[in-house]
């Protein structure tokens, strides 16, 4: 069984440019959520996609959106980077119905904006 | 909206002892899921824990144990027979059973083992 992997493990962009990150959920899963984690902090939740409709979102912007495909992968995308989206991006997949809250996390992509 | 809380930034502790890190939380639901997450340096969460708020018996996992008091919102968790693997930084996490995958965490409390 493939766990959670994600793409790129590292990310240099600059302020104002566009990034997409990608994750690939484990078998089975069905359900995508994205955490931004910022250095020395807990993951904050940025939105959830559920059968390629998003799910529910947190405090973000809408310049992050996301997508989710038909093989439950997803990407998430940010526009017109800013300072403070330097930040590890974590992916997490879920298993279909409600068993117990499972997440099963990615090792995340680190993104630096300068 | 949901809270949670970890009090504790560092601690550290010595092999094969015993500590306990802190947790609360703070919601008006009443059907929710407790976590605690292992992130070690390699930065890959790792679930550690799992309670589920309906449930009074205390979850334990091997050397893993919670005291989940519902009345207080606190939950913390207790490992004993400390290993240096066991160093990493530990998140509480707290989820409504109606929002699977959505997750409010607390600012970790980063745990090292000293030999």
């Known amino acids: 069984e493939t766990g959670v992997t994600q793409s790129p493990t590292h990310l240099i962009k600059t302020r104002g440019q566009q990034v997409t990150l990608r994750c690939s959920s484990q078998?089975?899963?069905?359900?995508v959520s994205w955490y931004q984690q910022a250095l020395g902090q807990g993951p904050q939740f940025i939105f959830q996609?559920?059968?390629?409709?998003?799910?529910g979102r947190g405090n973000f912007p809408p310049r992050f959106s996301g997508l989710q495909f038909p093989n439950y992968s997803s990407e998430l995308n940010v526009n017109a980077l800013e300072l403070d989206d330097s930040a590890l991006y974590l992916c997490?997949?879920?298993?279909?119905?409600?068993?117990?809250?499972?997440?099963?996390f990615g090792p995340g992509t680190r993104l630096t904006v300068t | 909206a949901q809270t949670v809380t970890q009090s504790q930034p560092e601690m550290s502790v010595q092999e094969a002892e015993t500590v306990t890190l802190s947790c609360t939380y703070d919601t008006s639901e009443n059907n929710y899921y407790l976590f605690w997450y292992k992130q070690p340096p390699s930065r890959q969460m790792i679930l550690v824990i799992r309670q589920e708020a309906y449930k009074q018996q205390n979850a334990t996992e091997n050397r893993f144990s919670v005291n989940f008091q519902k009345a207080a919102k606190s939950f913390s968790l207790k490992i004993s027979d400390s290993q240096l693997g066991d160093t990493a930084m530990y998140f509480c996490?707290?989820?409504?059973?109606?929002?699977?995958?959505?997750?409010?965490f607390g600012d970790g409390t980063t745990l090292t083992v000293k030999p």
């Open positions: 078998s089975g899963h069905n359900t």
């Open positions: 996490a707290f989820m409504v059973n109606t929002n699977a995958g959505k997750s409010t």
């Open positions: 997490a997949s879920s298993p279909a119905g409600d068993r117990g809250g499972e997440q099963y």
């Open positions: 996609y559920y059968r390629e409709e998003e799910n």
